[in-house]
């Protein structure tokens, strides 16, 4: 499992949340010492250190909503010898800067009422910008799960979580407001654009996803190669637009 | 109150292809012509710039170029009984916004129709009798004949350096080139893209089953290009970054490469960006458009510009708003088949395709151009015969890629579950391996598709949205049926580790994927004011100083993607401008 060997999650950051929280006004003061530690562990680190190893921080997502996405970016894209799992390649992360900048709250989407309720061919017609839709929609997922499976959707078997998906994907799931489809299609829509988007997103770290399916990446000229590699395989490894910043 | 300003001799309503073309041609004929254009400027240096004009996300996912619905969106229903609901977010077709409009995003796929397309209402009847095409399909010859454009086909693939090869010479056919096509006076300016895999794959096919391989005229450079404004364009890199992004390179043909670099010096013309216009100035008994208004986005503040001439070259949602607005001409309406506003609506047939996998062939997909394929034009319009088919029309058939970037072209086998292992297992090894047969068909014009105004939605100027009534029809599904079963005899004849089923196109109009962005009609160009907007010569039948340019000209929409056609017809024009009516200002046919 690749839980196991990540040393991210041997101290089960939300169950020390939940622990904080329970204990009331002592949040802020444990979260201080935590946030020091972790900068002064950065700061100790070679700055060619692993990615993997940076402190995990959230700009929008809350403690629940960033546990039930890396458990669900990483059934989508599990790891195995072909990529890291999808937290690991960083896709969590990537999501909750989407959620957390303009594509979360809404731009490019018209707004206007009336939202009546409307085939699916139309489009996406609800009220909520993608924000508002993916706390929605992961809520009703972790209610889905604990109806179903009596616990969180993170804290589930691989077996039960890759069943509660599947189950999403095909629109069984009872969701209020939605359909758990809709859910499940924004969900892999946004894990693979995390997965393949350039790494200055945040996900595709190391350029795995590129690396996976032999994508080279930039700069993308290949006015002779279109020639030389005729039904030959691309050998060179990929770039990314850092590599030419 | 908005601020009067000077009147001028001309006003641009947008600055992209065609509102490119015609200042060009208008500011030589010594003509002062002030250009508006609602979106910011864009400049190769500074905003298609290599390393960042390459990330995906941004452009191809977050639509970075594209019109911002949160300005302004059309409304859709699939039929008049239903209530429309706006697109709230673009996915089908993605119109540009800002210098060089969609000119700048692009694939480049540059064609000229077929002479039966141009005519095709006479053609049909006289192939298949008087009474062959049914009452509900209400398509129209289009005033101008193929021999009528030829020159100004001509003068577009000057300006932009078409990639292509010719296939009919002066009436000489030529194997490699498309022999369907009607005669040309001049081979291409450039010469063909570089061969792909895919491409020579799609050849031997063709060959064995006896159709006329092609490859598509393309308006990315297969060799650096001066063209006839003395403008070089560089020699495509084959970067895999043409539709939705801008070209580093200057090796696509785009308002910016082509036209802009000499527009922008002349003397005669201004540019005015975060220019929107909001209405025409239209006096109804006079037959003239006074003015335009238009908003500056950055203030808030209205101006009207006085003008001699208007020349309007918005996308066509926009042209058809502006005319419905300003109540010039009527508004169509399908009960009645009366009024001309918003008419002929078409669209195009697309999610025709197929994908075959080949194991022991190395594609390398992102070496690609916008407009790389090879192609087939053997059942396409009419080059076919339909007796007994029970539909008109064909599709353009082609064979590549224009792109393998990933976020968005992942092919895998039919089957192959959407995520997990199997996914990831079947994605790392088919990626690299995927050739797609796809094609592009035509969509004839019927009663009930038709555009209007919306009654409950309105855009950022408080002005209503545009109202779309359409759907795909028994015409273009039987058409797509029957290519779909082409589509498998190429796919066939590759002889591909695994081969999948040609989709076709079926159900109603889905608005969320993206299928293409030729939006055709609405400002029909025709012979009289009973049946047509605009005459031959682009000039409103109730405004003798407005000439409305692009696609919503067609009187329906052929297989191929509308450029060529749009750059000829704003040639044409161009010229019947300069040279009648700025001499005679009034109608150029008699109404």
Same mark, same amino acid.
């Given at each position: 499992?690749?839980?196991?060997?990540?040393?991210?999650?041997?101290?089960?950051?939300?169950?020390?949340?939940?622990?904080?929280?329970?204990?009331?006004?002592?949040?802020?003061?444990?979260?201080?010492?935590?946030?020091?530690?972790?900068?002064?562990?950065?700061?100790?680190?070679?700055?060619?250190?692993?990615?993997?190893?940076?402190?995990?921080?959230?700009?929008?997502?809350?403690?629940?909503?960033?546990?039930?996405?890396?458990?669900?970016?990483?059934?989508?894209?599990?790891?195995?010898?072909?990529?890291?799992?999808?937290?690991?390649?960083?896709?969590?992360?990537?999501?909750?800067?989407?959620?957390?900048?303009?594509?979360?709250?809404?731009?490019?989407?018209?707004?206007?009422?009336?939202?009546?309720?409307?085939?699916?061919?139309?489009?996406?017609?609800?009220?909520?910008?993608?924000?508002?839709?993916?706390?929605?929609?992961?809520?009703?997922?972790?209610?889905?799960?604990?109806?179903?499976?009596?616990?969180?959707?993170?804290?589930?078997?691989?077996?039960?979580?890759?069943?509660?998906? %599947? /189950?999403?994907?095909?629109? =069984?799931?009872?969701? +209020?407001?939605? &359909?758990? !489809?809709? *859910?499940?299609?924004?969900?892999?829509?946004?894990?693979?654009?995390?997965?393949?988007?350039?790494?200055?997103?945040?996900?595709?770290?190391?350029?795995?996803?590129?690396?996976?399916?032999?994508?080279?990446?930039?700069?993308?000229?290949?006015?002779?190669?279109? %020639? /030389?590699?005729?039904?030959? =395989?691309?050998?060179? +490894?990929?770039? &990314?637009? !850092?590599? *030419?910043? | 109150?908005?601020?009067?300003?000077?009147?001028?001799?001309?006003?641009?309503?947008?600055?992209?292809?065609?509102?490119?073309?015609?200042?060009?041609?208008?500011?030589?004929?010594?003509?002062?012509?002030?250009?508006?254009?609602?979106?910011?400027?864009?400049?190769?240096?500074?905003?298609?710039?290599?390393?960042?004009?390459?990330?995906?996300?941004?452009?191809?996912?977050?639509?970075?170029?594209?019109?911002?619905?949160?300005?302004?969106?059309?409304?859709?229903?699939?039929?008049?009984?239903?209530?429309?609901?706006?697109?709230?977010?673009?996915?089908?077709?993605?119109?540009?916004?800002?210098?060089?409009?969609?000119?700048?995003?692009?694939?480049?796929?540059?064609?000229?129709?077929?002479?039966?397309?141009?005519?095709?209402?006479?053609?049909?009847?006289?192939?298949?009798?008087?009474?062959?095409?049914?009452?509900?399909?209400?398509?129209?010859?289009?005033?101008?004949?193929?021999?009528?454009?030829?020159?100004?086909?001509?003068?577009?693939?000057?300006?932009?350096?078409?990639?292509?090869?010719?296939?009919?010479?002066?009436?000489?056919?030529?194997?490699?080139?498309?022999?369907?096509?009607?005669?040309?006076?001049?081979?291409?300016?450039?010469?063909?893209?570089?061969?792909?895999?895919?491409?020579?794959?799609?050849?031997?096919?063709?060959?064995?089953?006896?159709?006329?391989?092609?490859?598509?005229?393309?308006?990315?450079?297969?060799?650096?290009?001066?063209?006839?404004?003395?403008?070089?364009?560089?020699?495509?890199?084959?970067?895999?970054?043409?539709?939705?992004?801008?070209?580093?390179?200057?090796?696509?043909?785009?308002?910016?490469?082509?036209?802009?670099?000499?527009?922008?010096?002349?003397?005669?013309?201004?540019?005015?960006?975060?220019?929107?216009?909001?209405?025409?100035?239209?006096?109804?008994?006079?037959?003239?458009?006074?003015?335009?208004?238009?908003?500056?986005?950055?203030?808030?503040?209205?101006?009207?510009?006085?003008?001699?001439?208007?020349?309007?070259?918005?996308?066509?949602?926009?042209?058809?708003?502006?005319?419905?607005?300003?109540?010039?001409?009527?508004?169509?309406?399908?009960?009645?088949?009366?009024?001309?506003?918003?008419?002929?609506?078409?669209?195009?047939?697309?999610?025709?395709?197929?994908?075959?996998?080949?194991?022991?062939?190395?594609?390398?997909?992102?070496?690609?151009?916008?407009?790389?394929?090879?192609?087939?034009?053997?059942?396409?319009?009419?080059?076919?015969?339909?007796?007994?088919?029970?539909?008109?029309?064909?599709?353009?058939?082609?064979?590549?890629?224009?792109?393998?970037?990933?976020?968005?072209?992942?092919?895998?086998?039919?089957?192959?579950?959407?995520?997990?292992?199997?996914?990831?297992?079947?994605?790392?090894?088919?990626?690299?391996?995927?050739?797609?047969?796809?094609?592009?068909?035509?969509?004839?014009?019927?009663?009930?598709?038709?555009?209007?105004?919306?009654?409950?939605?309105?855009?950022?100027?408080?002005?209503?949205?545009?109202?779309?009534?359409?759907?795909?029809?028994?015409?273009?599904?039987?058409?797509?049926?029957?290519?779909?079963?082409?589509?498998?005899?190429?796919?066939?004849?590759?002889?591909?580790?695994?081969?999948?089923?040609?989709?076709?196109?079926?159900?109603?109009?889905?608005?969320?994927?993206?299928?293409?962005?030729?939006?055709?009609?609405?400002?029909?160009?025709?012979?009289?004011?009973?049946?047509?907007?605009?005459?031959?010569?682009?000039?409103?039948?109730?405004?003798?100083?407005?000439?409305?340019?692009?696609?919503?000209?067609?009187?329906?929409?052929?297989?191929?993607?509308?450029?060529?056609?749009?750059?000829?017809?704003?040639?044409?024009?161009?010229?019947?401008?300069?040279?009648?009516?700025?001499?005679?200002?009034?109608?150029?046919?008699?109404?």
């Amino acid at each position: 499992m690749a839980d196991d060997t990540n040393p991210r999650d041997q101290i089960p950051r939300r169950q020390f949340l939940k622990g904080a929280g329970a204990a009331g006004t002592a949040v802020a003061a444990v979260m201080t010492p935590v946030a020091v530690t972790q900068a002064e562990a950065q700061s100790a680190r070679p700055a060619a250190g692993p990615a993997q190893h940076a402190p995990e921080t959230w700009l929008t997502l809350n403690a629940t909503e960033a546990e039930f996405v890396k458990a669900a970016v990483d059934t989508i894209i599990p790891a195995d010898e072909l990529s890291p799992s999808g937290s690991d390649c960083g896709v969590a992360s990537f999501i909750d800067h989407q959620l957390a900048g303009a594509y979360g709250s809404g731009a490019r989407l018209y707004r206007q009422g009336p939202f009546p309720k409307a085939k699916a061919e139309l489009g996406y017609q609800l009220e909520l910008n993608p924000r508002e839709f993916f706390r929605a929609g992961i809520t009703a997922a972790n209610e889905f799960t604990r109806k179903t499976y009596g616990k969180d959707f993170d804290r589930l078997s691989e077996s039960d979580r890759i069943a509660a998906l %599947k /189950t999403m994907d095909e629109g =069984k799931a009872a969701f +209020p407001g939605f &359909s758990s !489809a809709m *859910f499940f299609n924004a969900l892999l829509q946004i894990t693979m654009e995390g997965f393949f988007a350039d790494p200055m997103y945040g996900g595709n770290r190391d350029m795995a996803a590129w690396k996976m399916v032999g994508y080279p990446g930039l700069p993308a000229t290949y006015r002779d190669e279109i %020639k /030389t590699y005729f039904n030959k =395989k691309y050998d060179k +490894p990929p770039r &990314s637009i !850092a590599d *030419f910043s | 109150m908005a601020t009067m300003l000077k009147e001028v001799d001309a006003v641009c309503i947008g600055v992209g292809f065609t509102g490119s073309i015609l200042a060009r041609e208008l500011t030589k004929a010594g003509l002062k012509v002030v250009g508006l254009e609602r979106g910011p400027n864009r400049t190769s240096r500074d905003d298609f710039a290599l390393p960042n004009v390459r990330d995906d996300l941004k452009y191809a996912v977050r639509q970075e170029l594209f019109q911002d619905t949160q300005t302004e969106t059309v409304t859709l229903r699939h039929s008049t009984p239903e209530t429309a609901l706006p697109i709230r977010r673009l996915g089908s077709f993605l119109p540009g916004t800002g210098v060089g409009g969609a000119g700048a995003h692009w694939n480049g796929v540059t064609w000229r129709l077929l002479e039966s397309d141009h005519n095709l209402r006479t053609h049909l009847e006289s192939r298949y009798g008087k009474t062959a095409v049914a009452a509900e399909m209400t398509i129209a010859d289009f005033p101008q004949s193929y021999t009528d454009l030829e020159p100004y086909y001509d003068r577009f693939e000057k300006l932009c350096g078409i990639s292509g090869k010719a296939g009919n010479l002066r009436g000489q056919k030529i194997e490699g080139g498309n022999v369907f096509e009607g005669p040309r006076q001049n081979e291409y300016p450039n010469k063909p893209l570089a061969l792909t895999l895919a491409g020579s794959l799609m050849q031997k096919a063709a060959r064995d089953l006896g159709y006329h391989a092609f490859p598509a005229p393309a308006a990315n450079m297969s060799a650096a290009y001066t063209n006839p404004e003395g403008l070089t364009l560089g020699a495509c890199e084959y970067c895999g970054h043409c539709e939705r992004f801008g070209c580093e390179a200057n090796a696509k043909s785009s308002p910016q490469s082509t036209i802009l670099p000499v527009l922008l010096q002349d003397k005669n013309f201004e540019l005015r960006t975060y220019a929107y216009v909001k209405e025409l100035v239209y006096d109804k008994q006079a037959k003239k458009v006074k003015a335009v208004r238009y908003v500056d986005t950055r203030s808030g503040e209205e101006f009207e510009q006085p003008a001699q001439l208007v020349l309007l070259g918005a996308y066509v949602f926009n042209n058809v708003l502006l005319m419905r607005t300003a109540g010039i001409g009527e508004q169509y309406d399908p009960a009645t088949g009366k009024g001309t506003i918003g008419k002929n609506y078409c669209y195009q047939v697309s999610g025709n395709a197929v994908t075959v996998f080949f194991e022991d062939k190395e594609v390398n997909p992102f070496m690609a151009a916008g407009a790389h394929g090879m192609n087939i034009d053997d059942f396409n319009g009419d080059n076919f015969d339909h007796a007994g088919l029970g539909f008109f029309g064909g599709a353009w058939i082609s064979c590549g890629s224009s792109n393998g970037r990933p976020i968005l072209t992942r092919p895998v086998p039919a089957g192959t579950p959407r995520w997990g292992r199997e996914w990831k297992k079947a994605t790392a090894k088919w990626y690299n391996h995927a050739v797609n047969i796809g094609a592009s068909g035509c969509n004839y014009a019927h009663r009930e598709n038709y555009l209007d105004l919306d009654p409950t939605y309105k855009d950022a100027l408080g002005r209503p949205l545009v109202r779309m009534t359409y759907n795909f029809r028994d015409n273009d599904k039987k058409m797509a049926l029957y290519i779909a079963g082409v589509l498998d005899k190429l796919a066939t004849a590759m002889k591909p580790t695994i081969q999948g089923k040609a989709s076709s196109r079926t159900g109603d109009y889905n608005v969320v994927p993206y299928q293409s962005t030729h939006n055709t009609g609405g400002t029909m160009t025709g012979t009289d004011p009973q049946s047509s907007v605009v005459n031959r010569y682009c000039q409103a039948w109730g405004a003798d100083n407005l000439f409305v340019m692009g696609a919503s000209l067609f009187p329906q929409n052929a297989s191929y993607n509308p450029t060529g056609l749009v750059g000829a017809l704003a040639y044409y024009a161009a010229e019947a401008i300069t040279t009648k009516y700025v001499k005679n200002p009034g109608p150029l046919v008699p109404a």
